[in-house]
């Protein structure tokens, strides 16, 4: 079974990104924020990681330079899912090395398509 | 003089401020779920009071005009609009009255010692009065303003606590649905023919037995043939006693020759006597041939009666099968009608059931775009926050007619920086410019969008972007 992470301070998205993920046969790993989300992919593995920008301890952008650090992640995929939409955030997180963007709210449908063109 | 002017310009801006935000926010406390629209009042009480800064450090280049303005405190301090908005709240105004009663106070004694001197010494004894005024206001707008911080982390922790229950109560909705067809579906399995349910186990009953049925009346038709011989045969015997009674008639006849012959060889004498003898062997013969006759005749009547008894057997035996054949034929018909109307029904059954499983879940999925503005709301009130301890921070450590404090640009400068969502900006700059606002993605226009996506398989939606 796939397994998704999806990091975000909000325990309202990460309810509603499991909820979607865990209906259509994902597993889901669930994490507060950037530094909680790097210490449990020390622990798993994950084929994709969905992750808000604002966060507290370690924000979205950080958490994808880090993760980009690591060899056994250098090409796993790794969403953006946030509120922000300026093109210069959008490009700084591109060049952190994300794989796509999605603007809250998102569609359950909707992010279900983009896992499923993301994941290999 | 200048200084004075400052004072008191800032006091009406400050108004201003407080009235918005409490609007703002007393709207998000008496009802958290329109938290969107308290987040707007309270972004727009925010932006009014940093625009009122902004004034109020362009009239410290005019005293004068300060000066003048003294007299429409009263008049600025409460904006129309902002009265009518809520013209019920008046408990809520309470605080901002005896603010109001402050300045007036404050104005009143302007006034005295305007008319009374214009020295230096009284100069600073006024500025000593306008300060003390203004640091009694400041002191209630910090008051004011630390109760609505701790309000808007209320309604944050509540409407978390709110949409997370939502969220798990959807999460149990969908397992009992899901549960609940899949249970339906595989009832309804037993009766789709061709899985190995009880829809099959019956058919091949029903099968069995209506074959059954075919093949009893396969017997049943040589049966009828079988009749048909016997029945045939039951004439033979009558036919056989015609026989017999000719024999018996030759045999009388045969008898009476002889006994004719017997009297003719009688007058023949001793030369008849041959003949006599032979006259005696036929009427031997004759009776014997008569006694076979009977014979005939009685094995012929007990042969007739046989088969007569056997044809009777067999008409009540053929008339039962045929109409046992009959009733199993229409039980086994009646119960494959039956099964296989059943079978319809359950089709349209689970039809029905998968209809409404996929209109629940298309129900979840628009509650789940739902509840993501409880994340986008609980953001934007973060920032309202935010710039309301930005503002408490310059209270509590600027004097009043300090510059620092009055660095408007500053303010809206960090009110900026703290936008993380179009919406807000857009709002930011709509009411700075005074123009109506147009942009808002409200939860309806985001349902709507996803349903004008549905069913075009690329499209992604304008808020994606793949690198």
């Not at chain 2, 003898?277 to 009666?305: C, F, N, P």
């Not at chain 2, 009608?337 to 409404?356: C, I, Q, W």
């Not at chain 2, 926050?385 to 809206?412: C, H, I, T, W, Y």
Request: hydrophobic share 40%; charged share 25%.
């Amino acid at each position: 079974m796939r397994c998704v992470m999806a990091v975000d301070d909000s325990v309202t998205m990460r309810q509603m990104v499991s909820f979607t993920l865990k209906q259509a046969g994902y597993e889901v790993v669930e994490a507060a924020d950037g530094r909680d989300a790097l210490s449990k992919l020390r622990e798993q593995r994950v084929s994709l990681i969905i992750t808000d920008l604002y966060m507290p301890n370690l924000d979205g952008i950080e958490l994808i330079k880090q993760v980009r650090a690591s060899p056994s992640y250098r090409f796993t995929p790794i969403l953006m899912l946030t509120t922000e939409s300026q093109g210069s955030k959008k490009s700084e997180g591109q060049a952190a090395g994300a794989t796509g963007w999605i603007v809250k709210p998102f569609q359950p449908e909707q992010l279900l398509k983009v896992v499923k063109r993301v994941l290999p | 003089m200048s200084d004075s002017g400052k004072v008191l310009r800032v006091t009406p801006d400050l108004f201003v401020l407080a009235v918005a935000v409490v609007f703002g926010v007393l709207g998000v406390a008496i009802w958290a779920p329109l938290a969107f629209v308290a987040w707007a009042l309270a972004t727009i009480a925010a932006g009014l009071a940093l625009r009122s800064l902004a004034n109020a450090r362009s009239h410290l280049e005019t005293p004068q005009a300060s000066m003048c303005a003294i007299s429409r405190i009263e008049t600025d301090a409460l904006p129309e609009d902002q009265v009518d908005r809520c013209p019920d709240d008046t408990e809520l105004l309470e605080p901002l009255r005896s603010d109001i009663k402050h300045c007036e106070i404050a104005e009143e004694k302007l006034g005295e010692l305007n008319q009374q001197s214009s020295s230096d010494s009284s100069n600073a004894e006024q500025q000593q009065l306008m300060i003390e005024a203004c640091q009694t206001f400041l002191d209630e707008a910090r008051s004011i303003i630390l109760l609505l911080l701790a309000h808007l982390e209320n309604i944050n922790k509540q409407t978390e606590a709110a949409a997370l229950s939502i969220g798990e109560r959807f999460e149990t909705i969908v397992k009992a649905s899901d549960d609940q067809q899949a249970q339906t579906l595989h009832l309804a399995q037993q009766f789709v023919p061709g899985k190995g349910g009880a829809a099959d186990i019956i058919g091949e009953g029903i099968g069995n037995l209506l074959s059954m049925v075919q093949e009893f009346s396969t017997r049943l038709e040589d049966n009828a043939k079988l009749l048909a011989q016997v029945t045939a045969l039951v004439k033979l015997p009558e036919e056989v006693r015609s026989f017999a009674q000719e024999i018996r008639f030759i045999s009388d006849q045969t008898n009476l020759l002889a006994l004719n012959a017997s009297i003719e060889a009688a007058h023949a004498g001793s030369r008849g006597a041959g003949f006599g003898i032979v006259a005696q062997e036929v009427r031997k013969l004759s009776e014997r041939s008569a006694s076979a006759g009977r014979s005939i005749t009685q094995l012929s009547r007990d042969i007739e009666r046989d088969l007569r008894k056997l044809q009777q057997a067999l008409a009540e035996s053929a008339g039962w099968a045929e109409e046992r054949t009959r009733l199993a034929s229409e039980v086994g018909h009646v119960i494959r009608d039956r099964v296989e109307a059943m079978t319809g029904e359950m089709r349209r059954a689970t039809t029905a059931v998968k209809d409404a499983g996929e209109q629940i879940s298309s129900e979840i999925s628009k509650a789940v775009v739902s509840l993501q503005f409880q994340d986008i709301t609980r953001q934007e009130i973060e920032h309202v926050s935010g710039s309301l301890e930005a503002l408490l921070a310059k209270m509590n450590q600027a004097r009043p007619f300090e510059q620092e404090m009055l660095d408007s640009v500053g303010s809206l400068k960090h009110l900026e920086a703290l936008y993380t969502i179009d919406d807000e900006r857009q709002t930011h700059l709509a009411i700075l410019s005074k123009q109506e606002r147009t942009a808002t993605s409200t939860c309806a226009e985001v349902l709507a969008s996803g349903r004008r996506r549905a069913g075009k398989e690329d499209d992604l939606g304008d808020n994606v972007t793949l690198f």
